[in-house]
């Protein structure tokens, strides 16, 4: 049976938002049952608007006999990629069409340069963790949101260390801050390239970027999203230089504590992998909680992750 691979058409999306709902909700359900984690809300229209602005190629989907059966969300950072919210029409699921839009999705990637697939699911989901180490994903750890509270100071006195957001910067300043932080992230991987995601987010009025460092170097960045009615900054990426001492990492977090104050939020965190004891530990001593809410990491590719602090969750 014919079955072919395209990027969505605008109006489609209300189809596609259909799909993910059937799909998502029975998924959840079975796994959750009736806790909160077991309701699924209805995958927004606009949500899907906006991925297709940010990647136009990205937001995937399959036909069969002129129906969409499949979707696939991807987004290409350089040589790292990463895809979302698969989904089978409940009514063709096991019958192949996921696996092959896994491989739509990995050409796609590969067309635009990427390497490196990353991907996210449930931990209790075991037959998707199946269905992906099928097709040679391997598990690289359990992303969970740390989080604490942004009203104790995490190091005291004058900081060594200078820090800027992007939003406050004219054109050319933010332009020079934006080739910096491709700078750093290429020393930490190369090919690396986060700059996409932190324009879409700048434009989208979504969240700010903060860049850190000495005055002529840059040794850390970190992306966070500022969601309205969360008294909370949502650190989504932290990217610190393998060349930055403890004591310095340190203050890198003082000032995302300093800029989560600034913004009135009670706390700020970011994603860490549990299964990293040693972060996981360090930051635990620091007043950082775990928030009951994990996703298994699994990845595809020969070089990662990255040198130094590289800590990401790219969710939706
Ligand atoms: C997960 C999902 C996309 C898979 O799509 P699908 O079309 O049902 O899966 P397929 O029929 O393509 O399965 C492909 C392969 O995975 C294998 N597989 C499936 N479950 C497996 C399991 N529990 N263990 C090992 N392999 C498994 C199948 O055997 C098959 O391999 P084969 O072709 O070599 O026989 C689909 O079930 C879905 O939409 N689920 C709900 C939403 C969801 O969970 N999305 C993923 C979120 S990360």
Redo the contacts with the bound molecule.
């Keep these: 049976m014919s079955l072919y691979f395209r990027p969505i058409r605008p109006d489609e999306i209300p189809d596609l938002c259909r799909l993910v709902d059937s799909?998502?909700s029975?998924?959840v359900k079975r796994l959750f049952g009736n806790s909160s984690g077991g309701r699924w809300a209805h995958y927004q229209e606009s949500k899907v608007g906006s991925y297709q602005q940010r990647e136009p190629d990205g937001v995937r989907i399959g036909i069969r006999q002129g129906q969409m059966v499949?979707v696939c969300i991807c987004r290409s950072f350089g040589k790292v990629g990463w895809f979302?919210?698969?989904?089978?029409?409940?009514n063709?699921?096991?019958?192949?069409?996921?696996?092959?839009?896994v491989l739509d999705a990995q050409r796609y990637l590969a067309s635009r340069g990427v390497t490196n697939i990353g991907?996210?699911?449930?931990p209790a989901?075991?037959?998707?963790?199946?269905?992906?180490?099928?097709?040679d994903y391997q598990m690289a750890g359990l992303s969970v949101h740390s989080y604490r509270s942004s009203s104790q100071a995490l190091a005291t006195g004058r900081s060594p260390l200078q820090s800027v957001l992007l939003s406050s910067l004219g054109e050319w300043s933010k332009e020079q801050a934006l080739a910096a932080i491709a700078l750093l992230c290429e020393g930490m991987m190369p090919g690396l390239d986060y700059s996409s995601w932190l324009c879409w987010t700048l434009e989208q009025d979504m969240g700010d970027v903060m860049a850190i460092g000495f005055e002529d170097e840059l040794v850390a960045m970190i992306l966070a999203y500022k969601q309205p009615r969360l008294d909370y900054l949502e650190g989504k990426l932290l990217a610190i230089s393998p060349a930055c001492k403890p004591e310095e990492q340190l203050w890198v977090l003082e000032h995302f504590r300093r800029w989560a104050a600034n913004e009135g939020r009670a706390s700020f965190g970011f994603p860490v992998d549990i299964a990293d004891s040693a972060v996981a530990q360090r930051l635990q001593k620091l007043d950082f909680r775990l928030f009951d809410q994990s996703m298994l990491n699994m990845v595809k590719g020969d070089s990662w992750p990255a040198k130094g602090v590289h800590l990401v969750r790219f969710s939706g």
């Design positions: 799909a998502y029975a998924t499949t979302h919210t698969l989904a089978v029409h409940r063709y699921q096991g019958k192949g069409i996921g696996h092959k839009a991907l996210m699911t449930w989901a075991l037959s998707n963790i199946g269905f992906y180490q099928n097709l």
